[in-house]
């Protein structure tokens, strides 16, 4: 199955500079991946995603890119504000035995905290 | 909010008994799933579903087990046989056979061991 690697697992910048986290995967079938951003208490949401068929994707001040040949992709945020601070999750598609998607298998999670 | 509703929000059990945790979606999607939430863990796959009247083990099934009766519903069931359910469970979607598609969560279900 698949295997996620993220880190750090603590990231702590000072506000208006940039944060870079980064994931690897075991599983070169995984064709898709995302970022997501969970606050305290509440749901994952998705930030960004990638396919693997793209090396980079760009949304204003979130980026990500991907190294299928290493098997790695990372997020990275410009300009961080304090309303960035939360926790960062990325995540790999794998395929099903029988075909499809059986689940997104998720890193352990990164903690960014922005210092004023 | 989201279009996939998970009940209740908090949720107590007593050692010994089941308890089933709800998850319902209007997006119409195909493919749902069930993960557990552990601190420091992240997120734990224990079942899914690509299609009604199926499903498949995750990563973490032993002592829990789901039904997929309606494409709108894949509630949880939390047997005694598992012996640390407390933990935060979230529900998700997936439209099509969700290979590389967005999952959509549920608010999340904070069940407690008493």
């Known amino acids: 199955g698949e295997n996620v690697e993220q880190h750090p697992s603590t990231l702590s910048v000072q506000e208006g500079d940039s944060a870079v986290i980064k994931c690897t995967y075991s599983d070169s079938a995984s064709n898709y991946f995302p970022w997501y951003k969970q606050e305290l208490g509440k749901r994952p949401q998705l930030i960004i995603d990638i396919r693997s068929n793209v090396g980079e994707k760009k949304d204003q001040r979130i980026a990500v890119t991907l190294n299928k040949t290493a098997k790695h992709f990372s997020l990275h945020i410009t300009e961080t504000q304090p309303e960035d601070s939360a926790v960062y999750f990325c995540?790999?598609?794998?395929?099903?035995?029988?075909?499809?998607?059986?689940?997104?298998?998720f890193g352990k999670g990164t903690h960014l905290i922005i210092q004023p | 909010d989201g279009g996939i509703t998970q009940s209740p929000k908090y949720l107590f059990r007593k050692e010994g008994q089941n308890v089933t945790l709800s998850c319902e979606q209007n997006?119409?999607?195909?493919?749902m799933y069930w993960y557990r939430q552990d601190p420091g863990q992240g997120l734990r796959l224990i079942y899914y579903?690509?299609?009604?009247?199926?499903?498949q083990k995750g990563d973490i099934a032993e002592g829990y087990s789901v039904s997929r009766e309606k494409k709108e519903s894949f509630p949880l069931t939390v047997t005694s046989a598992q012996k640390n359910p407390t933990a935060f469970y979230l529900c998700?979607?997936?439209?099509?056979?969700?290979?590389?598609?967005?999952?959509?969560f549920g608010q999340g279900t904070r069940l407690t061991v008493v």
């Open positions: 998700a979607s997936r439209d099509g056979q969700g290979l590389d598609t967005e999952a959509f």
């Open positions: 995540a790999a598609s794998r395929k099903a035995p029988r075909g499809g998607a059986d689940g997104l298998t």
């Open positions: 997006l119409n999607h195909d493919a």
């Open positions: 579903s690509q299609i009604v009247n199926d499903f």
